[in-house]
């Protein structure tokens, strides 16, 4: 978001200054870098579109991105743009302030710089505040502890090793099967299943790319017309215009073309919950069909929520991970964490589980986080905890009322979709902003409350339709404790 905010600023013929906080591009393909990482959006769908030159050199290798390639992929954007001198890494934004008499902000680091700005404009991302939670006794533990989020840059061996994994979300779905071949011993926590569909990743042969990108710009207008932003196969059927012999089938047929285009094989999967059952349920089979041991299985199959509504996902081997001699599954849902001690983990029936190594998979600080980290002021020094203290929320993502000039990149209330189409369009909309503004002289852009709330509203109507907001999910920050 960031680099394409900044190319589309020097159009403008504005100065600007990115400041990032790692010591590299590439924001949470920089920081994710845990073993398995991949996206789950497919490669040819999962990079910009704003410029025809670089979608059409660009070579994927495989269906799905790995970490590593797109991280080369960011940074090839941030030399082929020639983008690397407004960018000052290894700083971390800590403040920044609106002056009302000047309508300037002052914007403070962690290195001390201090300067003035007309416009502030956070690519912070929406999952980059990476979370530990508050379990008793954390410190003590003697092994080495990761974060998914905050992973080392060195190679982490796990030779020999006996680890534990905290969270069962995409990242923990993705990394398990990755340590469950190296390691000795593989003890995975789970508080709540979650569903996941094979990726069935393969190498993505030079001539399927060719075909995508022969259409590359129509391709890219028709996916930003779908919900999602991707362009899936969605079904114009609902789950009982059909009868269950041609359901099932259907289902099979997603399963074994793989990824998160299953939950689009009816179009009301996301708004009924009896037809989200039927997905569910079609998904649970397949989790007794993989997983031998029948009270492993159980443990694994969600029931708590409709599939698809904590976000789906999509992994390699990761169910059959659990019928490893040396992967064993610990639900602390019925037995929950009880402390961390130097040797590893206790849980409730006060059995201690030894090991050398604990890995947190357990999610982010989203939506707010990164901003609420920042000693953020608005108009009247009224920091963003005291603006957002009932919910975050703005208009269409960019921008919230008392925050004059400041714009964000996928805020509160903004696109749920496709990451890289949903910056573009958050983009495009800040230029265009800065742009009117410009060419007005305007000194000042900013949402009004009344706009605002009007689109809080829209937000909360149209998550009334789906079964989105009776999740558990941290879409609406029910991760943290107190904070839904
Ligand atoms: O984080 P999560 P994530 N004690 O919040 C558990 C994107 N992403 O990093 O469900 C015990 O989903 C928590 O349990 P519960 C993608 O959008 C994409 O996995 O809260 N457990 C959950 O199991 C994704 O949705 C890709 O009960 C605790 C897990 O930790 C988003 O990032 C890959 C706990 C956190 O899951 C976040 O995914 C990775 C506690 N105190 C990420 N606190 C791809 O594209 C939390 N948990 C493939």
């Known amino acids: 978001a960031g680099l394409y905010m900044l190319y589309r600023l020097r159009q403008l013929g504005m100065t600007a200054r990115v400041y990032e906080s790692g010591d ?24 910009y579109s704003f410029s025809e030159e670089l979608q059409q050199e660009w070579e994927w290798t495989e269906r799905y991105p790995k970490q590593a390639e797109i991280l ?27 002056d009302e008499a000047s309508q300037r902000w002052t914007v403070e680091t962690d290195h001390g710089d201090k300067v003035c700005a007309q416009y502030v404009i956070s690519a912070a991302g929406c999952l980059s505040a990476a979370r530990v939670p508050e379990i008793p006794g954390l410190e003590n533990f003697t092994g080495k502890q990761y974060h998914t989020g905050h992973w080392p840059h060195e190679p982490v061996d796990f030779t020999g090793q006996r680890v534990g994994v ?101 179009n009301d999967i996301y708004s009924d919950r009896q037809a989200n059952d039927t997905a569910a349920e079609f998904v649970r089979g397949k989790i007794r069909d ?69 890995i947190f998979a357990t999610g982010f600080d989203t939506v707010d986080g990164q901003y609420t980290r920042m000693d953020l002021r608005g108009r009247g020094g009224r920091t963003i905890q005291e603006h957002w203290a009932e919910a975050p929320t703005s208009y269409l993502g960019v921008a919230t009322t008392g925050f004059p000039n400041m714009f964000m990149i996928l805020g509160p209330n903004g696109p749920f979709a496709n990451i890289p189409p949903a910056i573009e369009v958050q983009v495009d909309l800040v230029f265009d902003l800065v742009k009117a503004a410009e060419a007005a002289s305007a000194p000042v852009v900013e949402v009004n409350r009344e706009t605002e709330d009007g689109w809080t509203a829209t937000c909360q109507m149209i998550a009334s339709y789906t079964l989105f907001d009776r999740a558990e999910s941290w879409i609406f920050g029910a991760n943290i404790p107190g904070k839904r």
């Open 72 to 98: 080369t992929y960011i940074n090839h954007v941030a030399d082929r743009f020639d983008l690397r001198p407004d960018i000052q890494l290894e700083t971390r934004v800590v403040s920044a302030t609106y």
């Open 24 to 47: 590299g591009v590439g924001g949470t393909w920089y920081w994710n870098r845990y073993p398995g990482a991949r996206c789950d959006v497919e490669s040819m769908q999962y990079s």
């Open 290 to 358: 993989l997983v031998k041991n029948p009270t492993v299985a159980a443990l694994l199959s969600p029931t708590d929520h409709a599939i698809g509504t904590k976000r789906i996902c999509v992994d390699t081997d990761y169910y059959e991970t659990f019928n490893r001699d040396n992967v064993s599954l610990v639900s602390i849902k019925e037995n929950p964490i009880s402390e961390i001690t130097t040797r590893g983990v206790r849980t409730e029936d006060g059995v201690e589980h030894e090991l050398d190594l604990l």
């Open 166 to 266: 905290i969270g069962t979300g995409s990242s923990g779905i993705q990394i398990i099967p990755v340590l469950a071949r190296q390691a000795k011993a593989v003890t995975v926590f789970q508080r709540t299943p979650n569903f996941s569909i094979p990726a069935w990743n393969r190498p993505l042969p030079r001539e399927d790319q060719q075909v995508w990108k022969a259409q590359y710009a129509e391709n890219r207008e028709r996916a930003r017309s779908t919900r999602s932003g991707i362009l899936y196969d969605y079904s114009q059927r609902a789950a009982f215009a059909v009868d269950e012999t041609e359901r099932q089938q259907e289902y099979e047929r997603r399963w074994a073309r793989g990824g998160a285009n299953f939950t689009h094989s009816f």
